[in-house]
Nanobody
Framework: QVQLVESGGGLVQAGGSLRLSCAAS????????MGWFRRAPGKEREFVAA????????YYRDSLKGRFTISRDNAKNTVYLQMNSLKPEDTAVYYC???????????????WGQGTQVTVSS
C-alpha cells in the first residue's frame, strides 16, 4: 500500500516556474514507477510524465518535453515535477500516481494522490 500527498501547487504568472512534490508513505516506494497526470476544467485526466523505479528512464507527453522535468529521490520517498515556462493552458489539478510499470494512461497506476491545483495567469 502506498499513500501519496502532492504539494507545491499555486498561482503563478505565465512564463513562471513551479516545482511539485509528491511524498509517498511506505517502504516500497522505490519499487514503483511514478507518474504525473493533470486534469483541466472540463477535460479528461491526461498524462504528463512518468519515471521508472530507479529514475533512469523517463517518459513525457510530447507537447511538454523541454518544459517539464520529472525526477525522484528514493531516499526521501518523493517524486518531483519541475515545470518551467508555464502557460495558462497548463492550469489544472496535478496528480501523482504509483504503479508497476512506466505507462501513460491512468488505469496503469494503482495509487493516487488527492491532487494539487496549479493556476497560471496570463
Amino acid at each position: 500500500q502506498v499513500q501519496l500527498v502532492e504539494s507545491g501547487g499555486g498561482l503563478v504568472q505565465a512564463g513562471g516556474s513551479l516545482r511539485l512534490s509528491c511524498a509517498a508513505s511506505g517502504r516500497t516506494f522505490s519499487r514503483y514507477c511514478m507518474g504525473w497526470f493533470r486534469r483541466a476544467p472540463g477535460k479528461e485526466r491526461e498524462f504528463v510524465a512518468a519515471i521508472d523505479w530507479s529514475g533512469g528512464s523517463t517518459y513525457y507527453r510530447d507537447s511538454l518535453k523541454g518544459r517539464f522535468t520529472i525526477s525522484r529521490d528514493n531516499a526521501k520517498n518523493t517524486v518531483y515535477l519541475q515545470m518551467n515556462s508555464l502557460k495558462p493552458e497548463d492550469t489544472a489539478v496535478y496528480y501523482c500516481a504509483a504503479g508497476p510499470a512506466l505507462r501513460d494512461y491512468p488505469s496503469g497506476y494503482d495509487y493516487w494522490g488527492q491532487g494539487t491545483q496549479v493556476t497560471v495567469s496570463s
